[in-house]
Every structure is written in structure tokens, then in C-alpha cells.
């Protein structure tokens, strides 16, 4: 008969070092899960979505300025000026595309421009309209040399825009110096006067703009990086509260275990020695298991987080938690309680969860009642943390929002779960509901 109570309490000691493994490898698989969700922040996707809605933006803007400004520049050059159709719809394409090229060919589209601002002027047969239309450059070609430089600005910075501007001045006025009767125009002068003050207008406002867009990106990219950080650290801290309590949890019932185990040959001195064996083999497994538990908690913990000596808290604790959230202004109550005995990892997930929820009432709905409701049952506990909606302003919080997920993945892990959502009044309500033993229940789950 002892032989087989020794025997049963073998198979136990060797179904308790499976459960602790089996803990160890979920809560690391755990880690790494949300190692991966946090490697890629939304804000750092929102940033890049952002640039690029900008800049298809300014690809559609300047893609209709091209296509209404082109048909209205061929038709003036070849009735006003008389310049040749196909020369007009050459250097026209050239003149209007350019804003639209320059997004990846600067230089290319400065050449464009340049070359058609130079020779439409010189293929006008009849300069002598001058003197009743805009001349060297006609209204469709000073908007087009307006655009051009705006459009460079932006995209590529005021050195680029400042050389268009003054290459465009300096060469328009070729063409008038090549004619000495429209050199001395009135109305050529004037031409140019206004094509330099247009141009330069444009060029300081995208200047201006270009400097607001410069800052708006940088802060956005610190956004980002700031949000990276955060996200780094919140799994930093998830990491270590692993680690501490695979600690609290599995190691320390691993090391009862072997102790257990390597003292049974002395402390029942008629034990068959087969079944001491078999003690001694636990012993052994445990050891080896601690050592592997070791090696999880060096991943897990970090150089520069301190170990914490105070006792995990756990059911007992949350009476004491209500009563500090109540002093620190929220209006809490507290109803039911637990009886009975319930596993230490159930009450350290039952009060993390608890503490999370009451953060979150206090942090999202200040001002508002908040119910916290403790029971049991034969099988599993439950807690029930409830609040209505906000009386006072909600201010704005900038968290990375792994609060809901974090008390979801730590009862999963025990084999319970966590729903939470609003109310019919408008509140929020999270209920958790975890088994008293989870070992056992992870040992079902993992047998079916």
C-alpha cells in the first residue's frame, strides 16, 4: 500500500515538473509573441502613409494644372505668335510636364523648361505683338514658370528653386536682347518686371511652406521613434514580469519538488530501493529542470532591472488595492470574496488583471463609480470591474494600448479568460474569470 501511495506521489511530482515546463515554454512563446506585434508600430506605418498620401498629392495637383494649362498655351502661341504647331506642342509638353518630372529628374526637368523658355520666344514670327500681348513669354508660359518653381522648391529645397528662378529671369531676357525693336518696349519691360516679381512671390511662400512641411516630417519621424522606444520598453517590463514570476511561481515549486525528491530515501527509511530509485531520478530531472528555468530567466530579466524582494500580491491584496485607488480620489467599491484554496499563479493573475482594470477606469473615465466584484465557484475564481461613464473631462493619453491584451494573453496562459467591452449605460465593464488550480487545467488541454 505505501509503495503504491509513493508511486502515485512520484507520478504527481513528475506531472507537476511537465506543468512547470510546460508554463515556462508559454510564457516565453508569450514574450516573443508580443515581441513580434510590437516590431512594427502603427504610428511608424501611419507616418510612412502619410508621406506618401503627400506626395500623390502633389502628383495629382500638378497633373491637373498640366492638363488644363496645355491646351490653353498651344492655341495662344500659334494664333498670337504664330509659332509653328508642332515646335508649340513639343516645347508646350516639355514646358507643362516639367513641375511633373521633377518629383525624380531635378535636372532633367530644369533642362526641359529652360530649353522650351528660350526657343518659343525665338520662334514667334511676329515679335511685333509685343506690343498688345505679353512678350517674350506669354500668360500660359509665366504661369508655367510659376508652377515650376514652386514645385521645385518644394520637392527638392530653396537652392534648386533659386537657381530656376534666376536662370528663368536671365534667360528670358535673351530673347529680347536678340530683337534690339522689343529690347525697349514698353510693354516688353513690363513683361519681365512682372514675370520676376511672380516668379520671386512664388518661390519665398514655397520657401516658407517647404520649411513648415521639413518640420512637420522631422516631428513625425521623432514621433515614431518615440513610440519605437516606447513600445521597447513596455516589452522590456512585460519581459521582466515574467521572469519574476516564472520565478515567484515555477521555479520555487520545482525546487520543493527536488528537495522533496532527493530527502525521500531519509526521511522514510523503509523505502524499496527501486522506488528510491525512482526519487532519486525526479531529483535529478528537477535539478536539470532548474537549471533550464535559469537559463529562461537570463533571457527574460534585464541588467539594469533590480530584482524585486517584496512577495508577489494576490486575492488578499485587492481589498488593500481598492482602498489605495479610493484614496487617490476615484469612488471604488468592493463586493464578494473568494474562498478556498486557489493557486498562487490564479491569485497573482486575478490581481494584475484587477489592478490593470481599476488603472484603466481611473486613467479613461475620471470621476466615474467603479464596482469591483470578487466570486468563486468550486472549479474557478472570478472578478468583475465595472465603471460608468465619465463625469469629468477625458484627457488625452498617449499609451501604446496593450493593457486589454496583455490581461487576455496572462489568463489564457492559465487557461481562463478576459472579455471586456461597454455596457448598455455606457460604461466599460472586464470580467476575468480563471481556474482555482490552472495546472491541472493546462494538463486537460493539453492531453485532448
Not at 73 to 90: C, D, E, F, K, W
Not at 197 to 218: H, K, M, N, P, Y
Not at 390 to 405: K, M, N
Amino acid at each position: 500500500m505505501r509503495r503504491t501511495a509513493e508511486r502515485r506521489s512520484a507520478r504527481r511530482a513528475a506531472k507537476s515538473e511537465r506543468d512547470a515546463a510546460r508554463e515556462a515554454a508559454a510564457a516565453e512563446k508569450s514574450a516573443k509573441k508580443a515581441a513580434k506585434r510590437r516590431s512594427h508600430p502603427s504610428r511608424i506605418i501611419a507616418m510612412l502613409r502619410r508621406l506618401r498620401d503627400r506626395q500623390t498629392a502633389q502628383v495629382v495637383v500638378l497633373s491637373i494644372i498640366a492638363i488644363a494649362l496645355y491646351p490653353v498655351l498651344v492655341p495662344v502661341h500659334t494664333q498670337l505668335y504664330g509659332t509653328y504647331l508642332p515646335a508649340v506642342m513639343i516645347l508646350g509638353a516639355a514646358a507643362v510636364t516639367a513641375p511633373i518630372i521633377s518629383r525624380h529628374l531635378p535636372r532633367t526637368a530644369i533642362a526641359l523648361f529652360l530649353v522650351a523658355a528660350v526657343l518659343l520666344p525665338l520662334m514667334a514670327v511676329l515679335p511685333e505683338t509685343a506690343s498688345s500681348s505679353p512678350w517674350p513669354w506669354s500668360v500660359p508660359m509665366i504661369i508655367a514658370f510659376v508652377v515650376f518653381v514652386s514645385a521645385i522648391t518644394l520637392q527638392h529645397g530653396w537652392r534648386y528653386g533659386l537657381f530656376v528662378l534666376a536662370a528663368g529671369i536671365v534667360l528670358v531676357m535673351l530673347p529680347a536682347g536678340a530683337i534690339p525693336d522689343t529690347a525697349v518696349s514698353g510693354g516688353v519691360v513690363a513683361d519681365l518686371i512682372v514675370t520676376a516679381s511672380v516668379a520671386s512671390a512664388a518661390f519665398l511662400i514655397a520657401v516658407l511652406v517647404a520649411g513648415q512641411l521639413r518640420i512637420s516630417d522631422e516631428l513625425l519621424k521623432e514621433r515614431a521613434q518615440s513610440a519605437q522606444e516606447q513600445a521597447r520598453r513596455e516589452l522590456v517590463e512585460e519581459r521582466t514580469l515574467i521572469a519574476r514570476e516564472l520565478h515567484d511561481v515555477v521555479a520555487h515549486s520545482m525546487s520543493l519538488i527536488q528537495v522533496q525528491a532527493s530527502t525521500a530515501r531519509y526521511r522514510l527509511p523503509d523505502l524499496p530501493d527501486d522506488v528510491a530509485s525512482e526519487f532519486d531520478g525526479i531529483a535529478a530531472t528537477a535539478r536539470t529542470s532548474l537549471g533550464e528555468m535559469r537559463r529562461i530567466l537570463g533571457v527574460l530579466r534585464t541588467e539594469d532591472h533590480a530584482a524585486e524582494l517584496a512577495p508577489q500580491r494576490g486575492i488578499d491584496h485587492i481589498g488593500a488595492l481598492v482602498e489605495t485607488t479610493r484614496r487617490a480620489g476615484a469612488d471604488v467599491a468592493l463586493s464578494g470574496r473568494v474562498e478556498g484554496d486557489v493557486d498562487v499563479s490564479a491569485q497573482i493573475a486575478l490581481y494584475r488583471i484587477t489592478q490593470e482594470a481599476l488603472s484603466n477606469a481611473v486613467r479613461h473615465a475620471p470621476g466615474a463609480a467603479i464596482s469591483v466584484a470578487l466570486a468563486s465557484t468550486e472549479e474557478c475564481v472570478s472578478a468583475w470591474i465595472a465603471n460608468t461613464t465619465s463625469s469629468e473631462p477625458v484627457p488625452q493619453t498617449s499609451g501604446g494600448g496593450h493593457g486589454l491584451r496583455g490581461m487576455s494573453e496572462r489568463a489564457e496562459l492559465l487557461g481562463g479568460s478576459v472579455q471586456a467591452g461597454p455596457d448598455a449605460a455606457g460604461g466599460w465593464v472586464v470580467s476575468a474569470r480563471l481556474p482555482r488550480h490552472p495546472a491541472s487545467g493546462a494538463d486537460q488541454e493539453g492531453t485532448a
